[in-house]
Structures are given as structure tokens and as C-alpha cells.
């Protein structure tokens, strides 16, 4: 998504070592897909409105809204950086580091006592 | 001796595909650890490695297991509203909790948050999944991407640890019950007199 992280080809261990796209794009994606959960968690329980459109199968609630609507953007994102980073060598030490972030902020937004308090 | 289909399907998510999913991520994590970062050039032979792919399948496997069987099975019985006049609330699980002072937290704080933060498992195990067999033991070659797996797949272990603990809980206070009835042995003893 970001050019600003992508290189050029690095030398790195050997001849045979993959390009590091692959997994920059599925842990970025999974960081992204986290946060998102957090956020729709809380944006479905502040939200009537919203409450009601998550709620995609009844007898679940807007449970199933929230993380299906969070899957859908994991696997969105996943399959975009995928296409686009498959084949580069990306800044791994800071996309680890943003996919560390958005993972402990989705991990602190479906704690209920942060959400009551936003 | 009988269960209830309701009180089986609890069973399956939470030992069957929970506590299973537990008991296998705190192996994954040290093997993949382990297969990852040791500084010797080949540790990890092609049968381990092929091993520790099947193993994180599984784990995959069991993880959305877990959430989907709570979110579409469980979860629907537990928050089931009572139809106006019922006599008893403990078909009704939530509504059970959520009628005394004392258990009310075991729903507001414990199974809100289980809801949600257990859905962080699938995510991150499915991750490192793919990026281990994409990788293998190439992964010692890329340190931070290495890091940060493993720190998905710890967050994953305490996310399927939280939703085990509340879930344990919640089922101790207001066990999801009823359904059809599945008799699993005759007691001889009593048929005999």
C-alpha cells in the first residue's frame, strides 16, 4: 500500500532466501485486521444504528457483523499487500513494529472497560 | 447417564476446540521459536519441518473452530431473551447473569470481552501459519518478521486464554442448557431393582 516502505533488493543470507513481501504483507494484513476488530467492536456497541447493521445473523447479534465485517478487511488487506509486496524486499523492522501497534490496539479497544470509557 | 445437545456443543467449543487450541499453542510457540531462531545452520529437518506445518494447520483449524462454533452455535443459545412470563431463567443464560448484582460482570466484563477478543486467535495463528510454511526455516534469515510472528502468535495464546478463562467461568455460573436429550449409559445398578 505505502510505497515509502518498499526498497531495493537487499543482499541478505543466502542466494535461495525469499523476498521478506510475503510476510511483511500477512503480518500487516493480521495488525490491520486486529485493529479493525477492536474498532468495530466498539463503534457496535456505541452505535444503534451500527448495532443494527452488524447484525447480519439474527440469532448472534452484531457479533456477527463485527467480525465478519473484521475477517473481510483482514483478508482484503492480506490479499492487496500480497499482490502488491509478493515479490519485493519491504522495511520489515517497521512494519513489524506498525503491525505490533494496530495488534495491542485492537487487543486494548475489545477490553470493554476502554471501550465504556471512549 | 445423558447430556444435552445444547451442553454437548458447549463440550466441542470449549474442550474439543478451545482447550485444545491452548494446549497446542503453547507447543507451537516454543517449536516455532525453537525451529526459528537457533543460530545452527539446519536443525530443522524436512520431516520436523513438514511435522511443525501439520501441527500449525491443526492449530489453525482448532482456533476458528473455536470462534465459529461459539459465535454461531453456543453464542445464540446463551443470549436468547425469554419470552415474556417465562416461569425460570436458566435456559437463558445472559439473562441469568445479568439478574443478580454478583454475576452480572461475568457477562458485562467476561463474555463481552471473550466475544470479541477471542476472534484475535484465528487471526494471528492463521498468520503465522502462512508464514512459516511459506518461509520454513528461511525464517531465521528475516529476524524482525521472525519477532513479530512469534509476538502474534503469543498475543493469539492469551486471546484463546482469556475467552477459555471467561468462558470456564461464565458456563460455571449460567450453563448453556437444554435442547434435546442424549442418553449416554443406563444406570444397571438402577434398572435392576
Given at each position: 500500500?505505502?510505497a515509502?516502505v518498499?526498497?531495493?533488493?537487499?543482499?541478505?543470507?543466502?542466494p535461495?532466501?525469499?523476498t521478506?513481501?510475503?510476510?511483511?504483507?500477512?503480518?500487516?494484513?493480521?495488525?490491520i485486521g486486529s485493529?479493525?476488530?477492536?474498532?468495530?467492536?466498539?463503534?457496535?456497541?456505541?452505535?444503534?444504528?451500527l448495532k443494527g447493521?452488524?447484525?447480519?445473523?439474527?440469532?448472534?447479534?452484531?457479533?456477527?457483523g463485527?467480525t465478519?465485517?473484521?475477517?473481510?478487511?483482514w483478508l482484503?488487506?492480506?490479499?492487496?499487500?500480497?499482490?502488491r509486496?509478493?515479490?519485493?524486499?519491504v522495511?520489515?523492522g517497521?512494519?513489524?513494529?506498525?503491525?505490533?501497534?494496530?495488534?495491542a490496539?485492537?487487543?486494548?479497544?475489545?477490553?470493554?472497560?476502554?471501550a465504556?470509557?471512549? | 447417564?445423558e447430556?444435552?445437545?445444547?451442553?454437548?456443543?458447549?463440550?466441542i467449543?470449549?474442550?474439543g476446540?478451545g482447550?485444545?487450541?491452548?494446549l497446542?499453542?503453547?507447543g507451537?510457540?516454543?517449536?516455532?521459536?525453537?525451529?526459528?531462531s537457533?543460530?545452527?545452520?539446519?536443525?530443522l529437518?524436512?520431516r520436523?519441518?513438514?511435522?511443525?506445518?501439520?501441527y500449525?494447520?491443526t492449530?489453525?483449524?482448532?482456533a476458528?473452530?473455536?470462534?465459529?462454533?461459539?459465535?454461531?452455535?453456543v453464542?445464540?443459545?446463551?443470549?436468547a431473551v425469554?419470552p415474556?412470563?417465562?416461569?425460570?431463567?436458566?435456559?437463558y443464560p445472559?439473562?441469568?447473569?445479568?439478574?443478580?448484582?454478583?454475576?452480572?460482570?461475568w457477562?458485562s466484563l467476561?463474555?463481552?470481552?471473550?466475544?470479541?477478543?477471542?476472534?484475535?486467535?484465528?487471526i494471528?495463528?492463521?498468520?503465522?501459519?502462512?508464514?512459516?510454511?511459506r518461509?520454513?526455516?528461511?525464517?531465521?534469515?528475516?529476524?524482525?518478521?521472525?519477532?513479530?510472528?512469534?509476538s502474534?502468535?503469543?498475543?493469539s495464546?492469551?486471546?484463546?486464554?482469556?475467552?477459555?478463562?471467561?468462558g470456564a467461568?461464565?458456563?460455571?455460573n449460567?450453563?448453556?442448557?437444554?435442547?434435546h436429550?442424549?442418553?449416554?449409559?443406563?444406570?444397571v445398578?438402577a434398572?435392576?431393582?
Amino acid at each position: 500500500m505505502n510505497a515509502s516502505v518498499e526498497t531495493a533488493p537487499v543482499n541478505t543470507a543466502s542466494p535461495a532466501t525469499l523476498t521478506n513481501g510475503s510476510a511483511a504483507a500477512a503480518i500487516l494484513a493480521a495488525g490491520i485486521g486486529s485493529f479493525a476488530l477492536g474498532v468495530l467492536a466498539v463503534a457496535g456497541d456505541k452505535s444503534a444504528l451500527l448495532k443494527g447493521w452488524f447484525t447480519f445473523y439474527k440469532p448472534t447479534g452484531p457479533l456477527s457483523g463485527v467480525t465478519t465485517s473484521a475477517v473481510v478487511i483482514w483478508l482484503f488487506c492480506w490479499g492487496a499487500l500480497q499482490w502488491r509486496w509478493r515479490k519485493s524486499t519491504v522495511s520489515a523492522g517497521r512494519i513489524s513494529v506498525i503491525a505490533l501497534v494496530l495488534l495491542a490496539l485492537g487487543l486494548i479497544l475489545t477490553f470493554p472497560p476502554i471501550a465504556d470509557f471512549l | 447417564m445423558e447430556i444435552t445437545v445444547r451442553s454437548l456443543w458447549t463440550l466441542i467449543h470449549g474442550f474439543g476446540f478451545g482447550a485444545l487450541y491452548l494446549l497446542a499453542c503453547s507447543g507451537g510457540i516454543l517449536e516455532l521459536y525453537r525451529s526459528t531462531s537457533s543460530p545452527s545452520p539446519s536443525p530443522l529437518t524436512p520431516r520436523h519441518e513438514i511435522f511443525l506445518r501439520v501441527y500449525l494447520i491443526t492449530m489453525v483449524v482448532l482456533a476458528w473452530g473455536a470462534v465459529l462454533s461459539g459465535a454461531y452455535i453456543v453464542y445464540p443459545w446463551y443470549r436468547a431473551v425469554p419470552p415474556a412470563g417465562a416461569a425460570s431463567s436458566l435456559l437463558y443464560p445472559q439473562h441469568l447473569l445479568m439478574s443478580s448484582p454478583s454475576t452480572i460482570g461475568w457477562h458485562s466484563l467476561g463474555m463481552e470481552w471473550k466475544e470479541h477478543v477471542s476472534w484475535l486467535a484465528p487471526i494471528s495463528i492463521t498468520m503465522a501459519a502462512y508464514v512459516f510454511i511459506r518461509y520454513g526455516r528461511d525464517l531465521r534469515n528475516h529476524r524482525q518478521l521472525r519477532a513479530a510472528v512469534l509476538s502474534f502468535a503469543l498475543v493469539s495464546f492469551v486471546a484463546a486464554g482469556v475467552a477459555g478463562f471467561f468462558g470456564a467461568m461464565i458456563n460455571k455460573n449460567a450453563p448453556v442448557q437444554g435442547g434435546h436429550t442424549i442418553q449416554l449409559s443406563r444406570n444397571v445398578e438402577a434398572l435392576g431393582k
